[in-house]
T-cell receptor
Framework: GQNIDQPTEMTATEGAIVQINCTYQTSGFNGLFWYQQHAGEAPTFLSYNVLDGLEEKGRFSSFLSRSKGYSYLLLKELQMKDSASYLCAVLNTNAGKSTFGDGTTLTVKP | NAGVTQTPKFRVLKTGQSMTLLCAQDMNHEYMYWYRQDPGMGLRLIHYSVGEGTTAKGEVPDGYNVSRLKKQNFLLGLESAAPSQTSVYFC???????????FGPGTRLTVT
């Protein structure tokens, strides 16, 4: 079976750094995606990790440890527009089947 | 490029009615997916397709059917709608399975 855990909600201050964790237990693993979803909108791609380590992309970074079944998304220099839901998704097979977590709703306060 | 488009954007159905949701992509992607998203939850895969003429079941396929007659289109059908199918439906596509998915704007369906 598939099990993906993320915190339900997080709050942070504008300009700060926040780390959103994701732990997973899946029967197959071919990579992990992070998506951002603003309220009432479609998800948009943020990052993809398939090997252990840190991937940096501007203000956003994503880390993966396959042995621990663990990933995190790091957001630096938070802006109000970063208030959104962040979805962790595990790619189970190369047929493209991804299992999504329930998402973490991040609220950025002034 | 329009990316991924979905029609309709909103729909209200009565229990037992049928409807078809249309998804179209202009990126020449092989893979297409249908998800549903309920309040406060992530995306659950209904059906997906790895190429024209192919379909496969996802996590929650019951009560839905799909067809992929043309590479650019992926149709989701509800034969007899139930209140439990009230949800937001997202279509997505990807170049291949290991690439990121591009999502359409969603269809908000209410079944009364």
């Amino acid at each position: 079976g598939q099990n993906i855990d993320q915190p339900t909600e997080m709050t942070a201050t504008e300009g700060a750094i926040v780390q959103i964790n994701c732990t997973y237990q899946t029967s197959g693993f071919n990579g992990l995606f992070w998506y951002q979803q603003h309220a009432g909108e479609a998800p948009t791609f943020l990052s993809y990790n398939v090997l252990d380590g840190l991937e940096e992309k501007g203000r956003f970074s994503s880390f993966l440890s396959r042995s621990k079944g663990y990933s995190y998304l790091l957001l630096k220099e938070l802006q109000m527009k970063d208030s959104a839901s962040y979805l962790c998704a595990v790619l189970n097979t190369n047929a493209g089947k991804s299992t999504f977590g329930d998402g973490t709703t991040l609220t950025v306060k002034p | 490029n329009a990316g991924v488009t979905q029609t309709p954007k909103f729909r209200v159905l009565k229990t037992g009615q049928s409807m078809t949701l249309l998804c179209a992509q202009d990126m020449n992607h092989e893979y297409m997916y249908w998800y549903r998203q309920d309040p406060g939850m992530g995306l659950r895969l209904i059906h997906y397709s790895v190429g024209e003429g192919t379909t496969a079941k996802g996590e929650v396929p019951d009560g839905y059917n799909v067809s992929r007659l043309k590479k650019q289109n992926f149709l989701l059908g509800l034969e007899s709608a139930a209140p439990s199918q009230t949800s937001v439906y997202f279509c997505a596509s990807s170049l291949e399975g290991r690439y990121e998915q591009y999502f359409g704007p969603g269809t908000r369906l209410t079944v009364t």
